[in-house]
């Protein structure tokens, strides 16, 4: 089975140890991934999309951070990031999971990436493949 992880690099650190975690999850199932690089969270769903439309993928793993600033952009990125992968998802059936950190600070953020309990990158994979999982059951 083949994924596809699409991470927002604007954080770059964090979006390796984020890519990391799935990259792993994913392979210990014996799934093959693909990753695809964007400029930041914003951009997430459309390369999810992009992803999920083109039937080669089971399920999207969409990675990156957004760390709250002094002004109201970090609102808007998290809502519309949300929001976007939640509509890719439900628009192809393709399981697109939201693995964005959404932090107020960088000890926060790398409190959730890479390794512990609290791994988004990881629990975004374990997303995919648990919807995958119940499409798998529902089709037959």
């Known amino acids: ?19 990391i975690s799935a990259k792993e999850v994913f392979e210990a199932e014996g799934g093959e991934v693909d990753l695809f690089v964007v400029p930041g969270a914003f951009e997430l769903p459309l390369a ?25 952009h970090y609102d808007y990125v998290c809502t519309e990031a949300a929001r976007g992968i939640q509509d890719v998802q439900l628009k192809t059936g393709v399981p697109c999971a939201f693995g964005v950190l959404t932090v107020e600070n960088m000890d926060q953020a790398l409190a959730r990436s890479g390794g512990g309990k609290r791994d988004s990158g990881a629990h975004a994979a374990h997303a995919v493949l648990a919807l995958v999982k119940v499409r798998e059951q529902l089709s037959g």
């Open 1 to 19: 089975m083949k994924f596809a992880i699409v991470v927002g690099q604007f954080y770059e650190e964090l979006a390796e140890r984020l890519v």
């Open 48 to 72: 999810a999309q992009y992803a999920a439309e083109s039937g080669r993928y089971a399920g999207v793993a969409c990675l990156g951070a957004v760390i709250r600033g002094e002004t109201t």
